[in-house]
């Protein structure tokens, strides 16, 4: 079922299932009994390399440049971002690098007809965003070149003063992406891309609804695949190391960029000397055999239990 079928199905089996409770018995029995019917299966969406992110940045009119840029390396949405003012944008500066933090505090709904209006982000998702130090210049180039100087100035209007519209936008923004090579990624994939980079920095999945807006853990749960594909290889890298190992002799492991040298005869404890004479050694303790050459272990006399 599509995503918004899914949503139809669940809020219709939640009325039917108060109206089958033994309190009110409207119906006799919940008809809606499709086994997986309330299950979301949202298509993996695409994501766009950083090179096709800054070329569409490039090839997107001047104006919109920064909208490039914001999606992918804050997150926001479309809507969030035509409902930005100058006042939503502050800089701070940790004595290393400076950053700028964006306020999300609303958003610009475009209904079927008549004007546009503002509301609170999707998902009551208002929050302030960190971004990058590099898009601080960015950002300011930005307000210099194309934002009004009062503190509620809109950041994203068009040439002739207006806020854009989804649908215009839409056939600027397909003229960029296909400049940089990726004419099936949405404007919204954007997200998508920046909530898997930062996914990949390691970000827990709390830091990751912040960032995004979202109130549930689903849709952040989504981007932490990458992270999961990061298990996988370090569980790999580990599974080669071992087999050297366990296959004898020294060999060179090189995983992700890491070499490790594998030693047969220094083995873990780097060549650990069993210093006590036979004599010395207290009652009840035998020399085992070891798997390193220069290595002897003190084993007990005392089976397992």
Same mark, same amino acid.
Request: hydrophobic share 35%; glycine share 10%; charged share 25%.
């Given at each position: 079922?599509?995503?918004?079928?899914?949503?139809?199905?669940?809020?219709?089996?939640?009325?039917?299932?108060?109206?089958?409770?033994?309190?009110?018995?409207?119906?006799?029995?919940?008809?809606?009994?499709?086994?997986?019917?309330?299950?979301?299966?949202?298509?993996?969406?695409?994501?766009?390399?950083?090179?096709?992110?800054?070329?569409?940045?490039?090839?997107?009119?001047?104006?919109?440049?920064?909208?490039?840029?914001?999606?992918?390396?804050?997150?926001?949405?479309?809507?969030?971002?035509?409902?930005?003012?100058?006042?939503?944008?502050?800089?701070?500066?940790?004595?290393?690098?400076?950053?700028?933090?964006?306020?999300?505090?609303?958003?610009?709904?475009?209904?079927?007809?008549?004007?546009?209006?503002?509301?609170?982000?999707?998902?009551?998702?208002?929050?302030?965003?960190?971004?990058?130090?590099?898009?601080?210049?960015?950002?300011?180039?930005?307000?210099?070149?194309?934002?009004?100087?009062?503190?509620?100035?809109?950041?994203?209007?068009?040439?002739?003063?207006?806020?854009?519209?989804?649908?215009?936008?839409?056939?600027?923004?397909?003229?960029?992406?296909?400049?940089?090579?990726?004419?099936?990624?949405? &404007?919204? =994939?954007?997200?998508?891309?920046?909530? $898997?980079? +930062? !996914?990949?920095?390691?970000?827990?999945? #709390? @830091? &990751?609804? =912040?960032?995004?807006?979202?109130?549930? $853990?689903? +849709? !952040?749960?989504?981007?932490?695949?990458? #992270? @999961?594909?990061?298990?996988?290889?370090?569980?790999?890298?580990?599974?080669?190391?071992?087999?050297?190992?366990?296959?004898?002799?020294?060999?060179?492991?090189?995983?992700?960029?890491?070499?490790?040298?594998?030693?047969?005869?220094?083995?873990?404890?780097?060549?650990?000397?069993?210093?006590?004479?036979?004599?010395?050694?207290?009652?009840?303790?035998?020399?085992?055999?070891?798997?390193?050459?220069?290595?002897?272990?003190?084993?007990?006399?005392?089976?397992?239990?």
């Amino acid at each position: 079922m599509t995503v918004t079928v899914t949503k139809a199905y669940r809020f219709v089996r939640a009325v039917l299932n108060t109206a089958s409770a033994p309190e009110g018995r409207l119906l006799k029995f919940n008809p809606c009994t499709i086994k997986g019917g309330g299950k979301e299966e949202n298509p993996e969406r695409p994501t766009a390399t950083l090179q096709q992110v800054f070329k569409a940045a490039e090839e997107i009119q001047d104006r919109y440049r920064l909208v490039v840029l914001l999606a992918t390396f804050g997150s926001l949405r479309f809507a969030e971002m035509v409902g930005l003012r100058r006042r939503d944008f502050s800089m701070l500066d940790d004595g290393e690098h400076r950053f700028c933090v964006v306020r999300v505090d609303r958003q610009t709904v475009q209904p079927d007809s008549g004007e546009l209006f503002d509301d609170d982000p999707k998902a009551k998702g208002k929050r302030p965003v960190t971004l990058p130090p590099f898009l601080v210049a960015e950002i300011e180039a930005h307000l210099n070149a194309f934002v009004g100087s009062e503190p509620d100035a809109w950041v994203f209007v068009g040439p002739k003063g207006g806020r854009p519209k989804r649908n215009n936008f839409w056939n600027i923004w397909n003229v960029a992406r296909k400049a940089a090579g990726m004419p099936e990624v949405h &404007l919204h =994939d954007l997200r998508h891309t920046g909530n $898997t980079l +930062a !996914a990949e920095t390691g970000a827990t999945l #709390r @830091e &990751l609804m =912040d960032r995004m807006g979202h109130s549930s $853990t689903r +849709a !952040a749960m989504i981007y932490l695949h990458a #992270r @999961e594909e990061r298990g996988k290889s370090i569980a790999a890298g580990i599974e080669v190391m071992v087999s050297q190992i366990t296959n004898g002799g020294d060999k060179t492991v090189v995983v992700e960029g890491v070499s490790e040298v594998v030693s047969e005869e220094m083995g873990h404890a780097g060549g650990t000397e069993d210093h006590l004479t036979q004599e010395d050694r207290p009652l009840g303790t035998v020399f085992k055999g070891s798997t390193s050459k220069n290595v002897v272990e003190r084993v007990t006399g005392i089976e397992p239990a």
